[in-house]
C-alpha cells in the first residue's frame, strides 16, 4: 500500500516568514494529493488539491507545488501568523482510497 | 447545513461489548468513510463507500463493519471491542469523484478498558 512521510519533529517559526512542510510518498504516483489542517480536538480541514498533471497550486498565502520525479509535495505558508499553528496532514487519493499521513506540527511564535 | 455530525463524542467500552458510531451528512455526498486515528500514526481508512449499498475495506478493516443503506448514513460497528481498537474515530464525507474535497465530522473518543 502506499506510504506517506512528513516530518515529525514540530517546525517552529517566527511571525511573518515563510513556512515549508514536506510530503514524501513511495510506490506508484496518486491521482492528487491534498493538504489539510487539524487543530486539537478537531477534525481536519481542507485546505488545497493538486492534480499529478499540475506542478503548483495557490490559494491566498498558501502554496502546493507537487513532483512526480520525486514523489515529492511542497507545502508553503508565506507571511505566517500565529493563527497558522496547527498539524498539517497530507493526502493521497487513489482508486477511491485516502492515504494520509502522520502530519507535521506547526508553531509560528510572535 | 449541519455538514457531518457524529456521536457520541466519547465512548468507554469493556472489552468484548459491542458499540456503533454513527456518522451522518446532509450534503448529499456520495463518497463517505471511517478513518481511525492514533498519536503518531495519522489517519487510517477504516472503511469507505462510493454511494448507497456500496461499501469496501480501507487499510485496517479488521474489527470493524459498515453499511450504507441511506446517501447520509454511514454507521461503524465493532462487534467486539478490543483495547488495540481505543482510538479517535472521524467520518467523512466528500462530493464529485474528480475532486474528493473531505468534510470531516468532530470525531469520537473511543476507550476501550
Known amino acids: 500500500s502506499q506510504k506517506i512521510e512528513q516530518n515529525s519533529e514540530a517546525l517552529n517559526i517566527q511571525e511573518g516568514k515563510t513556512a515549508t512542510l514536506t510530503c514524501n510518498y513511495t510506490?506508484?504516483?496518486?491521482?492528487?494529493l491534498q493538504w489539510y489542517r487539524q487543530d486539537p480536538g478537531r477534525g481536519p480541514v481542507f485546505l488545497l488539491l493538486?492534480?499529478?498533471?499540475?506542478k503548483e497550486k495557490r490559494k491566498e498565502r498558501l502554496k502546493v507545488t507537487f513532483d512526480t520525479t520525486l514523489k515529492q509535495s511542497l507545502f508553503h505558508i508565506t507571511a505566517s501568523q500565529p493563527a497558522d499553528s496547527a498539524t498539517y496532514l497530507c493526502?493521497?487519493?487513489?482508486?477511491?482510497?485516502?492515504?494520509f499521513g502522520s502530519g507535521t506540527k506547526l508553531n509560528v511564535k510572535p | 447545513n449541519a455538514g457531518v455530525t457524529q456521536t457520541p463524542k466519547f465512548q468507554v467500552l469493556k472489552t468484548g461489548q459491542s458499540m456503533t458510531l454513527q456518522c451522518a451528512q446532509d450534503?448529499?455526498?456520495?463518497?463517505m468513510s471511517w478513518y481511525r486515528q492514533d498519536p503518531g500514526m495519522g489517519l487510517r481508512l477504516i472503511h469507505y463507500?462510493?454511494?448507497?449499498?456500496?461499501?469496501d475495506q480501507g487499510e485496517v478493516p479488521n474489527g470493524y463493519n459498515v453499511s450504507r443503506s441511506t446517501t447520509e448514513d454511514f454507521p461503524l460497528r465493532l462487534l467486539s471491542a478490543a483495547p488495540s481498537q481505543t482510538s479517535v474515530y472521524f467520518c467523512?464525507?466528500?462530493?464529485?469523484?474528480?475532486?474528493?474535497?473531505?468534510?470531516f465530522g468532530p470525531g469520537t473518543r473511543l476507550t476501550v478498558t
Open positions: 493526502a493521497l487519493y487513489n482508486f477511491n482510497k485516502f492515504y
Open positions: 510506490n506508484y504516483s496518486p491521482a492528487y
Open positions: 493538486i492534480r499529478e498533471n499540475e
Open positions: 450534503m448529499n455526498h456520495e463518497y
Open positions: 463507500s462510493v454511494g448507497a449499498g456500496i461499501t
Open positions: 467523512a464525507s466528500a462530493g464529485h469523484p474528480n475532486d474528493y474535497e473531505q468534510y
